[in-house]
């Protein structure tokens, strides 16, 4: 219920049934529907709605759509319609339906949480309910989905996983709600996740191609958390491309057309990227304004005083956020010291991504916004610099040889005094190159470190592996041969290489493969070749398993 004389509900339960295949021609239901009030004290007779003009869309033929806002015939005494609330897509909050399956006539609760993007060019949202508990079955579409803390209603149930046991449906979010029927904003609380202004056209000017591609990189599923600057001058392809992916990726504002899932894979047979959650346009805005619209869209329910600091200091949901005109805000050095800092230095070890656009090359704020984003990946550089060590420690003293790890981090550090000090110069020789040439070093020497981890576990692995083929080729040993005193000195020295003290690997892999082999010759009276079964000479990583 939505007002006094509003219902939303899904399209596919007012056609006839059975209604055919998804994206039949499904013209608008020119019969009145009876409507019953159920819960409403005191209670009411049902009351006839029909489909508001403008308000039937039908299911199409991939699923998409599936919505209908009927009008009461009367409306009632007072408004006692829900409130729709608009949600960030990563928040994995507790929420729960009412439906009326048929074998509980009366209606039933099912609870569940709410998992992440899903369904049909991901417009829906998914739903996981607890397998032990009541779940989404027939009866449930179109019942509204409450978020537990609040009670607002975030979306509409629209799809479940058939068969015995399943916990999976689905719910149409309130976003894709207004984008199909505009009529309900009305009911709608929260800000939009895309500033009105950014959804404006930027006008006859064609997208950067390469700047969409270096933004599906950017939010590609599985990409690193990462910062990033553009400059995208009014007007401009790069301007129109951050637009165009803006919307595309956008439930709300997505435009209709035969490609509605987002911006195109950077290569052909890729994935799409992930979307962007949250896009200000924080020209003229005050650091107060645009710290408000962040806290409110991370967390339903925040309190009004939280800073965002203290938001981000939590467990903040995964976010990809764009600040557009970062150099046309209120106060852009506060902006960058009060809202970016605090962002940029929980990005390390978090699922988000921070996109901050100018609009002018030579904006004073450019370079303390690109200093301060080196500053946050210097930190990252330090810690993962800390990690390798620790585990050069631990990994040193099983297996051997391994590389000491680089320690980059003391160099970058003295670079960003200088820039720091530089920049508090008027007039000084141009910065944001430097800077950038530093963060270059900087990407450098974390992929480096977290390189150095990877290529230490991958040696851990080889040893387990290689137990592994001891202990294998050990429990196939027939039974006569177990006390031979030849197999019993070669699996004891092999054993003792691998299990005590640094295990050099190169070593371990000859003492493995000649156990191997000569029980071979024993129970086959024949020395295999070299590249039997088991008798690899497999070198430290040739192996190809997963890093643990």
Not at 8 to 15: K, N, P, R, S
Not at 487 to 500: D, I, K, N, S
Request: net charge negative; aromatic share 4%.
């Amino acid at each position: 219920m939505l007002g006094n004389r509003h219902v939303l509900t899904c399209a596919h339960i007012l056609l006839p049934a059975p209604h055919g295949e998804p994206g039949a021609a499904h013209a608008r239901p020119a019969r009145d529907f009876e409507v019953e009030l159920v819960g409403r004290r005191p209670a009411v007779a049902p009351i006839r709605a029909g489909v508001v003009d403008g308000c039937w869309k039908p299911p199409q033929d991939d699923q998409r759509a599936d919505l209908a806002l009927l009008g009461l015939a009367e409306p009632l005494p007072e408004e006692t319609g829900q409130v729709l609330r608009r949600l960030p897509s990563g928040a994995r909050r507790a929420v729960r339906m009412f439906g009326f399956p048929d074998m509980v006539p009366t209606g039933v609760w099912a609870r569940a949480r709410l998992a992440g993007d899903g369904g049909p060019g991901g417009e829906w949202i998914q739903l996981d309910s607890e397998p032990t508990g009541p779940t989404v079955e027939p009866g449930f579409s179109g019942t509204p989905v409450f978020d537990e803390e609040t009670d607002q209603v975030l979306g509409i149930v629209v799809s479940y996983l058939a068969g015995q046991g399943s916990a999976l449906s689905w719910m149409i979010p309130v976003e894709t709600i207004i984008r199909y029927l505009p009529r309900v904003r009305e009911w709608v609380s929260g800000d939009s996740a895309v500033d009105a202004s950014l959804a404006a056209p930027v006008g006859p000017v064609h997208s950067d191609e390469a700047v969409v591609r270096q933004l599906a990189d950017f939010l590609a599923p599985g990409a690193p958390p990462d910062s990033r600057i553009m400059v995208t001058a009014p007007g401009s392809p790069a301007q129109a491309a951050l637009r165009d992916v803006v919307l595309r990726t956008s439930r709300e504002f997505r435009p209709a057309g035969p490609d509605r899932s987002g911006p195109p894979p950077a290569v052909a047979g890729e994935s799409r990227p992930g979307r962007i959650d949250l896009a200000l346009d924080v020209s003229g805005r005050t650091v107060a304004e645009v710290s408000s619209r962040i806290v409110n869209w991370m967390s339903v329910g925040a309190e009004l005083e939280k800073s965002l600091a203290d938001s981000m200091a939590g467990e903040p949901p995964p976010m990809n956020l764009v600040l557009d005109g970062v150099d046309r805000a209120a106060d852009p050095a506060a902006l960058v010291a009060e809202v970016v800092r605090p962002i940029a230095e929980r990005v390390a070890g978090r699922n988000l991504r921070l996109l901050l656009t100018f609009h002018d090359h030579d904006a004073p704020s450019l370079p303390y916004a690109a200093i301060e984003l080196l500053a946050a990946r210097i930190a990252e550089v330090r810690a993962a610099e800390q990690a390798a060590r620790e585990r050069y420690v631990h990994v040193a003293a099983r297996v051997t040889p391994v590389s000491a790890p680089g320690s980059h981090e003391p160099g970058l550090r003295l670079r960003l005094t200088a820039l720091r000090a530089a920049a508090a110069q008027p007039g000084s020789t141009p910065l944001l190159p430097v800077v950038e040439s530093c963060r270059r070093r900087a990407d450098r020497a974390l992929d480096a470190a977290r390189r150095a981890v990877r290529d230490m576990e991958s040696l851990l692995d080889e040893r387990d592996r290689l137990r592994d083929r001891l202990d294998g080729y050990r429990s196939g040993v027939p039974a006569p041969l177990r006390e031979d005193r030849e197999l019993t000195a070669l699996y004891r020295r092999a054993h003792e290489a691998l299990w005590q003290g640094p295990a050099d690997l190169t070593a371990c892999a000859v003492l493995v493969d000649r156990y191997g082999t000569v029980i071979r010759r024993h129970t086959t009276g024949s020395t295999p070749k070299q590249d039997g079964p088991g008798l690899r000479q497999d070198g430290p990583g040739q192996d190809g398993g997963a890093v643990r």
